[in-house]
């Protein structure tokens, strides 16, 4: 990583801890203030040892400074307790904020963008990356100004006292930040290809966790763990770089602090004994300033040690906040939204010339032309990649467009989404539910839904039956489990009855259902979809004959739009696919007569 990145970086991290400046300010004044109590601990400690060697006092003459030294050394213990947890708040604080960023971040992005990048990724860059800053923000930024505030508070005592041990201080002090600085420029590159590393094992180990019945159907499993091993063993290296660089580190702050109390003790040795008569301004070395100098000695190195410790903790979050800050400025068309309200009439959507392109500005479809009527179902059809999703998801208002693609009469882009969407009742190929219990995942967390509103929707969705020997508190996780995909679909159905959205999305509800549960479903949306403004995406033609309109997208361009009387009679593509259709129906039911 290049200078001029890291200091960019470091810029931004320090931005962030401006939001909790209270916290961090609360760690620094308790750590400055244990410093003036360890020279009062000092102090004591060497008129204790200063009486009883050197001027032979009795013991219980001496009570009252034991006493002072047992009350400064509770009161030091409270201030470190105190700085752990002010610590801890700062960190936890900033942690917040920044996941609430690339929270925020997502939203913005949409799920068009998100599909692009394994889940075990983006779940890296929330959780471990973010959580790897603690350190920096609860430990290092308070240590930085101890390391400055709390040494120069012992100079100021120490040189009055003994300028030839002051200057051993200053002069050896800058030693420990210097070879601290040139092992952490090492430690941030090796932290930034950890983190690279963590990412691409997490998504890759996340994608073929989902896919485990695959890949044993498919004889792939010791190719996989092969693949798996490699990227482990990417991962392990990665991880040992930069534990060779702390242990490194530690070591090199620990060889120069012990050098420098070394030359201080020397010091003081060769003082007491007559050969070095400079320092003590003509007053002479007593026990009491050697102890007291001597006591303070390894204190006065112990800040900028413990920063050398935690400056690993300085390194790893800049390696951690390049991928986030990357992310944070990712340069995509983002999806515009106003602040207007859908207007209260029975929606109708109408699109002129529109163009739908993807977050980095690909062009998906278009130019485009039609009209979804209000209170009619509007089926959409074609191959696979004709454009369907993405039409879907700009109407959604997931991805970005050019045109117009008005809502009635509103631009999309002028309608406030968070809004727009509260009116939209979905119901997708894929049931995703959420790891909750039933009623959880009906309500999706609404507070105000009455019990009748869900057993309505239940009853209307067929999903009274399994639901009642479930219970509406039965524990469901977020792959299904515990239900078949029917069931699930079902109370999706039910989801969307309870949301009784003015606009009715249908993205291939009944592609993965058995006979059964396809009738059953197709049943409970008839009822619900009645005069309401519907948009129906499906393989299956053969139900669309009371279809009021039916469009008809090919490469991403709108090839044939009419009623399915007209459509199935006309020369085209729609008449090759329903051909196509009924050609495989005929044999499906040849095959179960067998």
């Known amino acids: 990583m ?9 810029k931004w991290l320090k931005q962030q801890s401006k939001l909790a400046k209270r916290w961090l300010m609360i760690a620094v004044g308790l750590g400055v203030f244990s410093s003036v109590l360890l020279l009062g601990q000092a102090a004591l400690l060497a008129t204790i040892l200063h009486s009883l060697i050197i001027e032979q006092a009795d013991k219980y003459e001496l009570v009252p400074y034991f006493i002072g030294l047992a009350v400064t050394i509770a009161i030091r213990a409270l201030c470190s307790w105190g700085r752990e947890v002010a610590g801890y708040r700062c960190g936890e604080q900033i942690r ?16 068009a963008y998100i599909k ?3 889940a075990g990724s983006w779940a890296t860059l929330l959780l471990e990356q973010v959580e790897d800053m603690h350190d920096f923000f609860a430990r290092y930024l308070p240590q930085m100004s101890l390391s400055i505030l709390v040494p120069f508070v012992i100079l100021i005592v120490v040189f009055p006292v003994n300028w ?68 482990s063993e990417v991962f392990r290296t990665r991880t040992m770089d930069v534990l060779k660089i702390a242990f490194l580190s530690s ?39 050697g102890l007291f100098i001597l006591i303070l000695a390894p204190e006065f190195y112990q800040p900028l040690r413990d920063l050398g410790t935690f400056y690993h903790a300085k390194q790893q979050a800049v390696g951690a906040a390049e991928s986030i800050v ?65 039409l879907i998801n700009a109407i959604l ?8 693609l008005s809502i009635n009469g509103v631009e999309r882009t002028e309608l406030d989404l968070a809004n727009w969407r509260q009116h939209i009742s979905w119901v997708g190929q894929n049931p995703l539910l959420l790891h909750g219990s039933i009623r959880d995942n009906i309500t999706l967390g609404k507070d105000n839904v009455s019990d009748e509103i869900i057993e309505k929707a239940l009853k209307e969705s067929y999903s009274a039956e399994f639901v009642g020997n479930h219970g509406l508190d039965y524990q469901i996780s977020d792959r299904s489990s515990g239900l078949s995909v029917g069931q699930a679909q079902r109370l999706a159905l039910a989801r969307a009855m309870v949301q009784d959205g003015k606009f009715w999305l249908l993205d291939e509800p009944t592609a993965s259902l058995d006979a059964r549960s396809e009738r059953l479903v197709m049943d409970g949306l008839s009822g619900q979809v ?46 090759q696919m329903h051909q196509a259709n009924q050609s495989l129906n005929q044999a499906n039911k040849g095959n179960l007569d067998a």
């Not at 290049?2 to 470091?10: M, R, V």
């Not at 041990?165 to 002090?173: N, S, V, Y």
């Not at 890759?204 to 044993?216: A, E, G, K, N, P």
């Not at 977050?359 to 485009?368: A, D, Q, S, V």
């Open 326 to 390: 990357e992310f944070l400025e990712t340069d995509v068309s983002t999806v515009r939204s106003g602040d207007q309200t859908l207007p209260e009439d029975d929606v109708t959507i109408r699109a002129i010339d529109l163009e739908v392109y993807s977050p980095e500005g690909t062009k998906l479809l278009g130019p485009i032309s039609f009209e979804l009527n209000a209170k009619e179902t509007t089926a959409l059809v074609g191959p696979s990649g004709a454009g369907k999703t993405s």
């Open 96 to 111: 917040i904020y920044i996941r609430q960023l690339i929270l925020d971040k997502l939203r913005e992005l949409g799920p």
């Open 530 to 575: 009645n005069g309401k403004t519907t948009l129906m995406v499906t393989h299956q033609l053969s139900p669309l004959q009371n279809v009021e309109r039916i469009l008809v997208m090919e490469n991403g361009q709108l090839v044939q739009a009419g009623p399915f009387s007209e459509l199935s009679q006309q020369e085209g593509l729609f008449k």
């Open 397 to 404: 208002g997931f991805l970005p467009y050019q045109g117009s």
């Open 164 to 231: 030839a041990a002051g200057l051993i201080f200053l002069l050896t002090a800058p030693l420990v930040p210097l070879f601290m600085a040139l092992v952490g420029m090492k430690a941030a590159d090796a932290n930034r290809k950890n983190f690279k590393a963590l990412q691409r094992l997490s998504g890759h180990f996340y994608d073929r966790l989902q896919s485990m019945t695959t890949i044993r159907l498919f004889d792939r499993t010791k190719a996989e763990t092969e693949i798996m091993r490699g990227a």
């Open 251 to 289: 070591a090199v702050l620990e060889f120069f602090t012990s050098i420098s109390i070394a030359l201080t003790a020397v010091y003081f040795g060769f003082a007491f004994i007559g050969e070095l008569n400079f320092g003590d301004y003509g007053a002479g070395v007593t026990l009491f300033s």
């Open 2 to 10: 290049d200078k001029k990145k890291q200091s960019s970086l470091n």
């Open 116 to 118: 692009g990048k394994p």
